[in-house]
């Protein structure tokens, strides 16, 4: 493979079977007088035959697009980190916050017992 990252595509038999299904549904009316003798074979095969092709090739380009715009948000959401609001520096502690935090740690001697009750 060429290219470093993999390329999505679209299916085309996927594609073909939703048309094929797609024209079928709407050409259902005159497939059904076909059927019964009032209406022509011919035309209803032609029409049948231009729906098939024309709902194929709008398929086939509604789902390219989709494909190459979840080939390029891919890329693009791994190179962007999102966050909930804007930065927030960290806090510097103040003086009385540090000088509580010495005071805390004296207050126990390193040799003192600790007894229960």
Do not use: C, H
């Amino acid at each position: 493979m060429s290219n470093s990252r993999r390329r999505l595509r679209v299916d085309p038999q996927l594609v073909f079977g939703v048309s094929l299904i797609a024209s079928l549904f709407i050409s259902w009316p005159g497939l059904r007088n076909a059927m019964n003798g009032s209406a022509d074979i011919m035309a209803v095969g032609v029409n049948l035959l231009v729906g098939v092709a024309v709902i194929w090739t709008g398929l086939f380009m509604v789902a390219s697009l989709i494909a190459n715009y979840s080939a390029t948000a891919s890329t693009v959401r791994k190179s962007v980190s999102v966050t909930n609001g804007p930065p927030v520096a960290e806090r510097r502690a103040t003086s009385n916050e540090i000088e509580a935090d010495q005071f805390e740690a004296s207050a126990i001697a390193a040799n003192a017992e600790i007894t229960a009750g």
